[in-house]
């Protein structure tokens, strides 16, 4: 669940738990994404190579027409590695909701990107494979092969054609195989006395095997970058008419960001700034229990802050409760206050706050909500320590009175190649003093440019056997990669 500001800017101590080849999940179309991506990527480069990655937030997953999580919105990211002679590869991940114990979708894709001139006119190629797996639900795996080409033939105005070709049946049914899939997009950046609103359009026709199933989706909106997020609304429809609800139209809704330059378009206030992150973890592990029944989870989150210590965000990520479902979505929402103080010499960093745990797809009854506080400084150089204390402001049947979470990371030389090392203990107080537990982890992590990859342990004394005889708490090693732009 989400970590305060407090903790994620002292270190990745405290975290539980380029061309996207997907028309659709995001705002842009996979060649808009490869450039974007070359431009946006850290300055930081080794033989070539560069880091980038996104983050979003949308109302509705809606996948070439068809709503991925039951009309409800979904927590998505990227983690991309580019190469500059065009070759990229990365993975991006949402949580989905199919009525089944299937909570993320992870797609994993490479290919190469590059440009040419026909007549002094560019066009970008790209050609690549996309993986789709969905972990735990392996029937539901499927490949593709693709190949796109964008062009910009005025100023402001882009556009591209790619086409998406299935490698294996997908589905129970054999018979029913997905042919091909044909995108066509086009978008428009409006001038600046129209305060550079972009206007977008895609249309899409989904060709399957079985007669009769074939079917189109189109989708028209506006966007428009303010302080480095990107704001979407569309519109989206099909004429697949199976009655499904999740294939209806829809207005849906996104915020992105993007590693970049964050002070491209509008910029923020003076005093404000943006700042986002997104994870790919093996198991969401949230104080001392596995929220993924031990399985992966892609997560991201949102913050705007203000330079007086004020904060506000929105962290997410899919979770999978087994026969227990809160729903395949969790979405905190904090804010809150840090700033630092003295105490002779000594520097020490306060922070204070509200958290929301919301699960969408469940009744609101099992949200909740707690208040922290929390203490942080660096007695000598390179070390961290940091003490925080989340209360539940409503008990009710079995909710945690207050967490006690206890961390510190220390920074090894440059000979040691800066390997970060950290440790963490926490103290779950509960109604029932017998049902009091403690959790702890150790864990190494290294900065790789904008990425950091962090290897943990993780045990507790609780004992969370679910229905089907998995122990969600025992002791586990926890790898994760996420980026912060």
């Known amino acids: 669940m ?55 937030l949308t109302s509705n997953y809606i996948w070439r027409g068809v709503s991925q999580t039951m009309n409800a919105p979904a927590m998505q990211g990227s983690l991309d590695l580019n190469h500059e002679s065009g070759l990229y590869a990365g993975v991006w991940g949402s949580n989905v909701e199919f009525g089944d114990n299937t909570s993320v979708e992870l797609d994993i894709y490479a290919g190469f990107s590059n440009a040419f001139k026909v007549f002094n006119h560019e066009f970008t190629y790209d050609v690549g494979y996309l993986h789709y797996e969905y972990p735990g639900q392996t029937d539901l795996n499927f490949d ?19 086409y998406y070709q299935d490698l294996q049946v997908f589905g129970i049914d054999a018979n029913d195989r997905n042919i091909g899939y044909l995108d066509l997009s086009t978008d428009y950046t409006l001038p600046d006395w129209a305060w550079n609103v972009n206007l977008l359009a895609h249309y899409g026709y989904y060709a399957h095997e079985t007669q009769g199933s074939d079917y189109s ?25 199976d009655g499904n609800p999740a294939t209806g139209d829809n207005y849906v809704f996104t915020v992105s960001r993007a590693f970049g330059d964050p002070s491209a378009s509008v910029s923020l206030p003076e005093g404000f700034e943006t700042s986002a992150t997104a994870t790919l973890t093996t198991d969401y592990m949230w104080r001392g229990v596995s929220q993924t029944t031990n399985g992966m989870a892609f997560q991201g989150s949102f913050d705007l802050s203000h330079e007086s210590g004020f904060y506000i965000g929105a962290w997410g990520s899919n979770v999978q409760y087994g026969a227990d479902n809160h729903g395949s979505l969790e979405l905190d929402f904090y804010t809150g206050f840090t700033n630092d103080f003295n105490i002779g010499s000594q520097a020490i960093t306060y922070d204070l706050g509200w958290l929301h745990y919301d ?23 390179n070390l961290n320590t940091s003490i925080y204390f989340y209360a539940d402001v409503a008990v009710q049947n079995d909710a945690g009175v207050g967490y006690l979470d206890i961390a510190t990371d220390y920074t090894l030389p440059s000979w040691a190649w800066g390997i970060n090392t950290s440790a963490h203990y926490g103290a779950y107080f509960k109604d029932d003093s017998a049902d009091t537990y403690s959790d702890w ?15 943990a342990y993780v045990d507790s004394s609780f004992n969370a056997i679910d229905a089907d005889n998995r122990n969600l708490s025992g002791a586990r090693v926890v790898g994760t990669l996420s980026a912060s732009f």
């Open 441 to 455: 982890k150790l864990a190494i992590s290294k900065e790789l440019s904008i990425m950091t990859l962090e290897l």
């Open 2 to 56: 989400k970590k305060t500001k407090l903790s994620l800017s002292i270190s990745l101590l405290l975290a539980t738990g380029a061309v996207y080849a997907e028309e659709v999940k995001t705002t842009s179309t996979p060649v808009e994404k490869a450039v974007a991506a070359s431009e946006e990527t850290t300055d930081d480069s080794y033989l070539g190579f560069t880091a980038s990655g996104s983050a979003a």
């Open 144 to 162: 593709e092969i693709y190949f796109g080409l964008a062009t910009s033939p005025i100023k402001n105005l882009n556009t591209s054609i790619y």
């Open 359 to 381: 699960y969408p797809l469940e009744s609101s009854s099992s949200n909740f909500n707690e208040v922290y506080f929390g203490l942080a400084t660096s007695p000598v150089e």
């Open 217 to 241: 989706d189109w989708k028209v909106g506006i966007s428009k970058e303010i302080g480095g997020f990107g704001f979407e609304f569309a519109y989206t429809e099909t004429n697949q008419a």
